[in-house]
């Protein structure tokens, strides 16, 4: 998967995006097949963690293929946050209200300590 590294964290698969602009078309078509991978991995654990570090700009079709995630996510139980939104991109997430329909967290150990119930160190964006 060219487009996201992936790896396990105890029982959170993470991603993490190799892109730090996510723009063209093939690459969020791509995006999104490799998400419904994504599905079938964290099915096993139920947690699935999209780390946004190093992101600083996303299409509004990328926006779409989270939203579908998301659905799916929800649809196979799997437990889904996101976390490391630089802030330019976290103003288009609350401008769609999409803050309201995902879990975001601050960053990697915030979203990893909220998976486990744990308080988060640096607090929730909403």
Not at 2 to 7: D, H, K, P, V
Not at 43 to 49: E, F, M, N, S, Y
Request: overall charge neutral; hydrophobic content about 50%; proline content about 2%.
């Amino acid at each position: 998967m060219a487009n996201l590294a992936i790896q396990e964290r105890g029982d959170v698969v993470m991603v993490t995006f190799t892109q730090t602009r996510i723009l063209d078309e093939n690459t969020i078509r791509t995006i999104g097949s490799e998400f419904a991978n994504l599905t079938l991995e964290a099915a096993a654990d139920h947690k699935l963690l999209l780390n946004f570090a190093g992101v600083d700009f996303m299409s509004s079709a990328m926006l779409g293929q989270i939203v579908r995630l998301n659905k799916q996510c929800k649809n196979d139980k799997i437990q889904l946050k996101l976390c490391g939104i630089c802030p330019q991109v976290l103003e288009v997430f609350k401008i769609t209200k999409l803050d309201k329909l995902l879990d975001i967290a601050a960053d990697e150990s915030a979203a990893l300590a909220a998976f486990s119930g744990a308080p988060a160190k640096k607090g929730w964006f909403r």
